[in-house]
């Protein structure tokens, strides 16, 4: 061979290694394009899939209609994929959500399930919700109502749920919860109740926020950093339908005999025991809030709050305030007090509250006050709000939020809406 022959052959074969290396070196970034490619695919399938198909119980944009789970939270996006194509293959035992896998009888191919499950993990629900409204999927009034509606068959269904699933958690409970909540989630002078029906009424994204972020200024702190997702989502679960739990379903809070026990009436007891900050007929004071301008208060919720305090109000022990005498105050204070100072609407002017609170408030509270992710907050609450604070907040608004004038929506309409929000808390 020539020299100069030598050369180009030299110089081919570095030319070549070089273009090689190139190549080798551009991969990853070609793979990520496809990838990147291939998801968006995947996304784009699976939010119409999901409108097809979930959004008449998980919402438009995930957040959950009625009684149904919200999905449009941090624990479904760091969800292990596998357990969530679990989810949506074989449904959850026992319950409303059925399965959706070809192979169980239902509509999805496991490619389908594939995508709606990159898309549940994208967390991108503002997306979701655009395909959504461009789709025509959008529940209605109905729907939601229907959501509602659907409460008394889930709770039948819950009777079912994996009991032995749960007792598992229990251990957990105890070795991260218990020195604050007690061994039973029954509540200690330093923490709330937790084993009762106003927690298992808390929807999952607020009790994830609760436990994994903390509530704050109080001994709550977030459990985000030092338990596992998993652990944490197992908690929730557990605080869900901790009354399915073998032997953990909570006792009535006081017996016949226990009543019979008490002395005083449920008047004499409200006067000693609430009346020096709450006011004879529940007005509020300087100390605390009034209770009679806020719809119906739950009975579970009454006793957490009295047997646990809360900020500024104590907590009332066993030792000064009996079971017996609890359940007939809170009787007294739910007949007497409790929303006693509210207005009586009639059906028609709840039906004009609700057009006024479609016209002019739904598009950043949600419907039936149930707020929209990133846009505006969830107006129906527990404690609800008092009708006073929804006024001046409306007439006044805040940093984030224009007020309103009382030139788009009058004083007498604005009380419709208040009205009507309250009438949604029962
Ligand atoms: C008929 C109402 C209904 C429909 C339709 C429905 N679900 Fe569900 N879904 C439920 C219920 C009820 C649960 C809670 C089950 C339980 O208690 O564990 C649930 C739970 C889930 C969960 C688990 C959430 C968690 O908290 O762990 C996922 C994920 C989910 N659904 C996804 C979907 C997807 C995707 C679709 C559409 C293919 C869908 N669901 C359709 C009612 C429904
Ligand atoms: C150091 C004490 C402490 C520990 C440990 C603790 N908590 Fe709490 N927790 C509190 C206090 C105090 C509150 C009341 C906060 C408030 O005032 O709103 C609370 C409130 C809650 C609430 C809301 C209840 C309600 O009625 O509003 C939930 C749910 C909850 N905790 C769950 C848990 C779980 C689950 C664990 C274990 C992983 C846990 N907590 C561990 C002190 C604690
Ligand atoms: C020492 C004053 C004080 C006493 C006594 C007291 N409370 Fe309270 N109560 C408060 C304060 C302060 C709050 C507001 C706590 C908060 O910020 O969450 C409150 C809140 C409440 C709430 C929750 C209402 C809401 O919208 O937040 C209820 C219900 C309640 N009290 C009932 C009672 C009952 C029933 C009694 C008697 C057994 C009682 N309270 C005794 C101070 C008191
Ligand atoms: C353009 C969107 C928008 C409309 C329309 C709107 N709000 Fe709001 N509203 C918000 C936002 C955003 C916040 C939260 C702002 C903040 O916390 O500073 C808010 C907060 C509130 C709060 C306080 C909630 C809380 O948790 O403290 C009340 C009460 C309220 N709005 C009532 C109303 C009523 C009643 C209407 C209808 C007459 C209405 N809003 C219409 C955007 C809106």
Redesign the pocket.
Known sequence: MTRPLQWIGLLATAIIAILLAVNILREPARQQEALEAYQAAAFANGSE??AM??T???GAAGEGLG???A?NQP??TS?DPHE?QT??QYG?YA????A?GVEEGGP?TPVQIYD?VTM?QTGAWDLVQTRVEAMGMTPTEADILAAEA?AQT?NI??QT?DSTALAWTLPVFVEHCSECHGDEGQGTADAPQLNNAYVRSMS?TQLAEIVGLGVRNTKMEGFSGRLSDAAI?DLL?LL?YWDQVDGQASAPLATEADIAAVNETGQQLFETWCAVCHGTQGEGGAIAPSLNDIPQLPVDFLVSRIRSGHNAMPPFAEANLSNGQLAVVIDYARTNIIGAALPLPSEAELAQGQTLYTQHCAECHGAMGKGVPDVGPRLVTLPPMRAVEIINFARVGSAQTPAIPSSTVSDADLRLIVAYLHSLSN
């Open positions: 899939l999901y198909h979930c008449h119980c998980h009684v149904y789970r999905l624990f479904i969800k969530l989810i949506v959850r319950t409303e959500m059925a959706f999805l709606l549940l659907a889930v269904a819950r749920v999952s989502a679960a869900q």
